[in-house]
Nanobody, 121 residues
Framework: QVQLVESGGGLVQPGGSLRLTCAAS????????MAWYRQPPGKQRELVAV???????NYADDVKGRFGISRDNAKNTVDLQMNNLKPEDTAIYYC???????????????WGQGTQVTVSS
């Protein structure tokens, strides 16, 4: 049983910055990835960035150099720092947690409720 809560979305002008935070609570033992996905209007949900428990990170090509994912295992949070935002970054951003080693006693993947990011002049 895991709960994910995103915060930090909003309206920002092109070139601006936002920092999204995802707070996880519940049964968080074991190994799992934490990631940010986004779903632009009229498009499918896509991976933005992912972080392992040990600190390895990966990014979608179109956000490399602009976005940074940061995971704090002690606080059970994962942040997404978004810089030099572009209109095409407009989307609902979702936090995702996925267990590397599945368990049979509960769920192995969790999603937050999403937070809206709008980049517009």
């Amino acid at each position: 049983q895991v709960q994910l809560v995103e915060s930090g979305g909003g309206l920002v002008q092109p070139g601006g910055s936002l920092r999204l935070t995802c707070a996880a609570s519940g049964s968080l033992s074991g190994f799992y990835t934490m990631a940010w996905y986004r779903q632009p209007p009229g498009k499918q949900r896509e991976l933005v960035a992912v972080a392992t428990k040990s600190g390895t990170t990966n990014y979608a090509d179109d956000v490399k150099g602009r976005f940074g994912i940061s995971r704090d295992n002690a606080k059970n949070t994962v942040d997404l720092q978004m810089n030099n935002l572009k209109p095409e970054d407009t989307a609902i951003y979702y936090c995702n947690l996925r267990r590397i080693f599945p368990v049979t006693s509960g769920q192995n993947e969790y999603w937050g409720q999403g937070t809206q990011v709008t980049v517009s002049s």
